[in-house]
């Protein structure tokens, strides 16, 4: 059984920084590419990046590359999203998911949107909260 469970979120003043970990378990972790997502409250659920299950391909959608770096520890079966340079508009709750088998980048995001939709939420972390404000 998949299991995804998020690190405790927070609060934090624009500009600052602040890091997300996600502890994997119930599958081979190594072996699969991971998604990071976030819902806004009244825009639904974004895409915020991807990583290859080795760890050699990121991807991030427009509005946080180069503010946002997702990794990985194999060896740890963690994944990880450091963010930093925060905005209010990233006030949102952040999950991890273990991506469907297959697809790459923000074909995974699409997919899992899919999942969602179908109430499917078995490779889902149950999220965790960002706050972001002065």
Sequence with gaps: QVQLVESVGGWVEPGGSL??????????????????????????????????????RTTYEDTVDGRFTISRDNAKNMLYLQMSGLKTRDTAKYYCAKDPDGCAGYVCYLLLLAEEKEGNFGSWGQGTQVTVSS
Excluded: D, E, I
Excluded at 28 to 38: E, K, Q
């Design 19 to 56: 890091r997300l970990s996600c502890a994997a378990s119930g599958f081979t972790f190594s072996n699969h590419s991971m998604t990071w997502l976030r819902r806004v409250p009244g825009k639904g659920l974004q895409w915020v990046g991807y990583l290859r299950s080795n760890g050699g």
